[in-house]
């Protein structure tokens, strides 16, 4: 499957939660953007489809509540004279201890998803 594919899928998939009968919680920016690392890889423009404006901070502070998130740099295109701008693109480490601390903060079972 495609980045664009792969992509287009997570955002079309609901992440709100019920909380009770009558009530439903909306995930949180941060919850949005550590599901989508979790999933699969976000660079910044991909964030912004999600509804993060500045995916580096949000890095930072899911890196501070103990999830190890990778990162490397990459090309995209752009319309600029280079026809190209470096981002990062991040994912969640693929180790035991840092895919269970991103589980609990999402509330998914260890079996889940």
Not at 52 to 73: A, Q, Y
Not at 75 to 88: E, F, L, M
Request: proline share 4%; with cysteine; charged share 30%.
């Amino acid at each position: 499957m495609t980045e664009a594919k792969k992509m287009a899928a997570l955002l079309q998939t609901d992440t709100t939660t019920e909380a009770s009968p009558n009530h439903t919680v909306t995930p949180t920016k941060e919850a949005d953007v550590l599901r989508a690392l979790y999933l699969n890889s976000l660079n910044r423009f991909e964030a912004e489809r999600i509804g993060d404006h500045c995916l580096n901070t949000t890095v930072s502070i899911l890196r501070k509540k103990g999830i190890v998130i990778l990162d490397e740099w990459e090309k995209v295109p752009s319309r600029g004279v280079r026809g190209q701008t470096n981002v990062k693109r991040y994912w969640v480490a693929p180790e035991p201890k840092s895919l269970d601390r991103a589980r609990y903060l999402l509330g998914m079972a260890r079996h889940g998803e």
